[in-house]
């Protein structure tokens, strides 16, 4: 045996256990369709959970309770002013009338001490022991008022925040209008 010989048998073992290329080959591209088809079925997946989102968003906003629309709302702002314990009728009637005098108002209505009260069992009435624990001559009279934005209620405000009589004067609803 020569050497030839020797080499062409180690080559014809090495051949033996070597794979085949053409079923590497066919491997790797089997490899390659299964991985572009998972990311192909990811991004589908993908788009579909995006497009249910919008949707179940969309489909929420327009089956909202009636009380959370924009529409049954006043537009504007709203500012209270809260009157003193011992504010006399003079001192509130006078706030009323530099309330109708102000370009800036939308509309207001004064809320007495009783009023004010059946509004808070109203809004509270879910809590027994709350409502029991106040009495009428506690809350505050009062004159509720809409005005155009946030602008106009700080002038409000300003104007009224050191009125006699006038304990307090706070803007809300302003920052949550879009309109």
């Not at 102000?102 to 001490?113: G, H, L």
Request: a positive charge; hydrophobic letters at 45%.
């Amino acid at each position: 045996m020569t050497i030839d010989d020797l080499i062409r048998a180690a080559l014809d073992r090495a051949a033996a256990v070597a794979p085949d290329p053409q079923r590497i080959h066919a491997n790797l591209a089997g490899r390659m369709r299964r991985f572009h088809r998972r990311r192909m079925l990811l991004a589908v997946a993908g788009g579909m959970a995006v497009v249910l989102a919008a949707a179940a968003g969309i489909l929420g906003w327009h089956l909202r309770p009636a009380e959370y629309t924009l529409a049954t709302r006043p537009i504007g702002c709203h500012v209270s002013i809260f009157f003193q314990p011992d504010a006399t009728p003079e001192q509130i009637q006078g706030s009323g009338a530099g309330l109708a005098r102000m370009p800036e108002v939308i509309q207001f209505a004064y809320e007495s001490k009783n009023q004010a009260y059946e509004n808070f069992k109203e809004m509270f009435k879910d809590a027994p022991d709350l409502v029991a624990s106040v009495h009428p001559d506690t809350l505050p009279s009062a004159y509720r008022i809409t005005v155009r934005d946030l602008a106009a209620a700080r002038i409000v405000i300003a104007r009224f925040q050191s009125s006699p009589g006038v304990s307090d004067v706070v803007e809300h609803d302003c920052r949550l209008r879009t309109r």
